[in-house]
């Protein structure tokens, strides 16, 4: 990998660029340093900049903490949040794929780099919020150094069947079909249809919307069916919680979903 570029700092929080992709992190206290590498990860529309509470949070109890800007995300984008956002949803299958495959695989290179450049061992924690969590649980897929997942409101299907638009649960989204490389992706990284990647059994915990119609909380027991099938102690290190009454902005935004992440991560 290429050497960081165009290093920034305030307090313990420095942003740079490495091998192209925009990269934030979070330093702890040499006193309570870990030595570990946790990965947080954006929603759509969010960027490495939005998750820095989180960072802030996990570095205060030792984690080197860090983010990046999703593709097409941030300082990798060239459009607004809100045209990205029409963009994705009027062709869900067509753009939202090569962002999950794109940035999963980046997500590969940073942890790579991280645990290189900054002397981190091999046991790394990842998780994130929507797409953030997609992204996280299909990283732990290809990356056996991931041994720990916090996923809210995320899903491991990446077809999301019966997705609605945000808030509108009686409005399906139609999502198109996907481009040749999008479909690539799809093929190699979609947890559902892989689950073999998953031997190495990483401790995965979904905290769901149980009124969730854009991210339907059904996929991750389908996920933990089709591994129990395959690989039942991969199985057995799957958590789902249907948080009731909460459809998924509201369990998005719950500090309560926030904290048991925290907790599962650092556990």
């Known amino acids: 990998m290429t050497s960081p570029q165009s290093l920034k700092s305030d307090s313990d929080l420095h942003s740079s660029i ?5 990269v934030l992190w979070s330093t702890p206290k ?21 998750v820095a509470p ?6 205060n109890v030792g984690y080197f903490a860090m983010s990046l800007d999703p593709w097409q995300h941030g300082e990798r984008s060239t459009e ?27 997500a590969l290179r940073i942890v790579y780099w991280a645990i290189d450049t900054h002397d981190l061992s091999s046991d790394v924690v990842a998780g994130g919020v929507s797409m953030g969590g997609d992204i996280s649980v299909a990283l732990a897929g290809v990356d056996p150094r ?3 997942v916090a996923a809210i409101v995320a899903t491991p299907d ?4 019966g997705m609605t638009q945000v808030g509108q649960p009686e409005e399906l989204v139609d999502q198109g079909s996907p481009s040749p490389y999008g479909e690539w992706l799809y093929t190699r990284l979609n947890p559902l249809t892989n689950p073999i990647v998953y031997r190495h059994a990483p401790a995965i915990a979904f905290e769901l919307g149980g009124d969730d119609t854009h991210v339907p909380p059904s996929g ?16 057995a290190n799957i958590t789902i919680t249907d948080h009731e009454g909460l459809d998924h902005l509201s369990a998005a935004r719950n500090p309560k979903l926030e904290d048991r992440a925290f907790d599962w991560l650092i556990s």
């Open 146 to 148: 991931v041994k720990r």
């Open 30 to 50: 040499p006193v309570l340093a870990l030595g570990r590498l946790a990965l947080w990860l954006p929603f759509l529309g969010g960027t490495k900049e939005t």
């Open 158 to 161: 990446w077809t999301r069947p």
């Open 18 to 22: 490495v091998d192209g992709i925009p």
């Open 220 to 235: 991750a027991a389908r996920f933990k069916e089709v591994l129990t099938a395959e690989n039942p102690a991969a199985a």
């Open 54 to 59: 989180f960072l802030h949070r996990l570095s």
């Open 80 to 106: 607004a949040p809100h045209d990205l956002m029409a963009r994705e949803f009027g062709g869900f299958r067509m753009h939202m794929w090569p962002i999950l495959g794109q940035t999963t695989l980046d």
